[in-house]
């Protein structure tokens, strides 16, 4: 090995080489970034020579080309962006791993003109002096709400814990045990609320909760009944929980109590006019009394991550001014992203129903057929080693939304010639775009629930790429 140790060229020869120039110029990266892949490449070709784990080496080994061959590869994937688009063919409208909603058009040409410029994000324009970036889309958020008074947060859980903290420190919150929910296992109501300092008071059973149970738990210290959305699972059988009609009337004999339901994804589409799920509209909830609701601006809203906080107005006006408002706010680009998704609903049914989230909920059931034969008679005419075959199925909404509910869609199952189902998903994700399916019985499929119209190409040219470099 001793040899080939010597013939390793030092790195201040290889800097002089063309191959770094060329190297450095495609890439655009500064002389010392280049270099530094360079050393570590370098030293890394030395402990595997040290090692003897390098086979196959010719007498004349010249090491430069596969040094720059090797640095050329991990320039490339260094390069690559880490945060990438990816095209989701499982149907499941709200992938939490995915990014759940995917954001208007409007909302992101949006995005972009107050990413490029500055904005009047804290500033009233007519009065020329300093303005609150809380009353930038409030207007908005009541009138799709129909409440007194709104602010927005970094997330749903974040104005969970907003609310818990700023209203119920050191006092009790009674919780339904039926409702104690973890979200996607970091988001533990009972965990959080032991973080914002309120105690927990925990009625009835896993099951089943009575009016009786709340009426027998309220004393002096408790400052709270708290609501949580079961989103994310659903009980069946011997149940039973208490409707928030009986609980608002419950509070109404309690002035100083705050009666708040955290309803997770807070649609403000009607979806259970056209049979999907039972999921209340935001509005709904507000018109029943209640005093706090918050929701996710990511769920069945379509919008940008953000948790949303509706209600009586003295009560938001205490979050507001609360130290943790500065700490979980939210930036221009989720403002500017939310103000136009929200603008959507605004103006009527067909705008509403444009938004990516909710038009692939209510994607018909034709449209998807007609896109999974779109597919199935292109891949067939270009590719023979697979086997494509159309199917009815069922898409998740996701995103721990209205569980139980299966929409109704088609799918192509795909099978290869010589690749395992696990190894065909395995390269689908390993394209640009990334293609994500899911593998039922073996083969891959894909639901086009998910997929636009615009985005066919890339998946038939995933498929295809693959077909050719078996
Ligand atoms: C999703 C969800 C949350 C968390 O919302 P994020 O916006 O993801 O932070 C909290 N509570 C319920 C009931 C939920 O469904």
Redesign the pocket.
Known sequence: MKEYLRKLPPVHELQKEKRFEEIQASFTLTNDQLTKFIQKEVSELREKLISGCLTNLHPDQGFSEMIFGNVNKKVSEWKKDRLTRVINGTGTVLHTNLGRSRLSEEAVTHVISVAQNYSNLEYQVQAGKRGSRHDIIEDLLKEATGAEAAMVVN????A?FLILSALTKDKEVIVSRGQL?E??GS?RVSSIMEESGAHLVEVGTTNKTHLYDYENAIREETAMIMK??T??FKTIGFTETVETDALVKLKQEHQDIVFYE????GALYDFKKLGIGDEPVVKEVIDSGIDLVSF????LLGGP?A?IIVGKKDIINKLKKHQLARVLRVDKLTFAALEQTLKAYLTGENASLKLPTVRDVTKSLEDIKQQTEEFTAKIKSQADTYQVEIERSTSQIG???MPGVELQTYVATIVHDSLSAQELASRLRACTPVIVTRIQNNRVSVDFRTVTNGEMEAVVNGFLEIEGCK
């Open positions: 997330n749903n859980a974040a969970v929910v979200i996607g988001f949580v959305h989103s994310n955290d309803l997770g994804s996710s601006g990511d769920k991550q948790g995103g721990g939304t």
